[in-house]
């Protein structure tokens, strides 16, 4: 059955984005386009089409990896739950992340985008806007939670986010590499919790 213009579109991108996961997972900042194009079974056109550059193929390829993510993240921090509950639910799951299949592959791919960040400083501030994007959907996910002084402002939890994803990803790499072994779940949520519990985090 022939496809229709978007779906054609759609097929391009998807091809290109699993091919660049591929090529930028092994090669980082050296990751050729005309390697990326030829797995696709396209050409570079290509992806100047649809992406604009090379920095704007790993944009899309970031928020593409990171999206279902949120996805799950919105899932087990129900709206019903206090600030502190949700913290624990966010850190759990944080947790359970570190023993997924693919744990190392993710790792290995955060450090690679970060060597690439480094080296080019146009990919760098694109990521960060990318990365920014997605923390405002956890700014909006805490935001208004109950907790004993109140509800939490959105200032108040941007600040958060920023302290429990550094804890998390701090956390996550010991885990995966080995390196902290009793961090259970019950750490990572304690950890958290002790976060969310500080006025200095909370109520700066």
Known sequence: MRRTRSEA???????????????????GY??????????????TGAVYS???S????VVALVTDYLRPHY??????????????????????YYRRSCDAPDAMAA????????DMAAHDPDLRSRLAASIRAHEDHLIELFTERSHSAGVLTSHQAQRLVIALRA??????????????HDADEQYFADA??????DVTIVDA
């Not at 790792?107 to 970060?114: C, E, P, S, Y």
């Not at 956390?171 to 995966?176: R, Y």
């Open 9 to 27: 579109k759609e097929h391009n991108r998807r091809a290109l984005l699993d091919a660049a996961l591929q090529v930028v997972s092994r090669d």
């Open 30 to 43: 050296r990751a050729k386009l005309d390697e990326i194009a030829e797995r696709a079974g396209l050409t």
């Open 50 to 52: 649809l992406f604009g």
């Open 54 to 57: 090379k920095s704007g193929l």
């Open 71 to 92: 996805e799950e993240i919105e899932q087990t921090v129900p709206a019903e739950l206090d600030l502190l509950e949700a913290v624990d639910a966010f850190a759990r």
């Open 107 to 114: 790792l290995t791919l955060q450090i690679t985008l970060l």
């Open 167 to 180: 804890l998390f990803v701090g956390l996550s790499q010991g885990v995966i590499l080995g390196l902290t």
């Open 192 to 197: 958290a919790r002790a976060l969310a519990s």
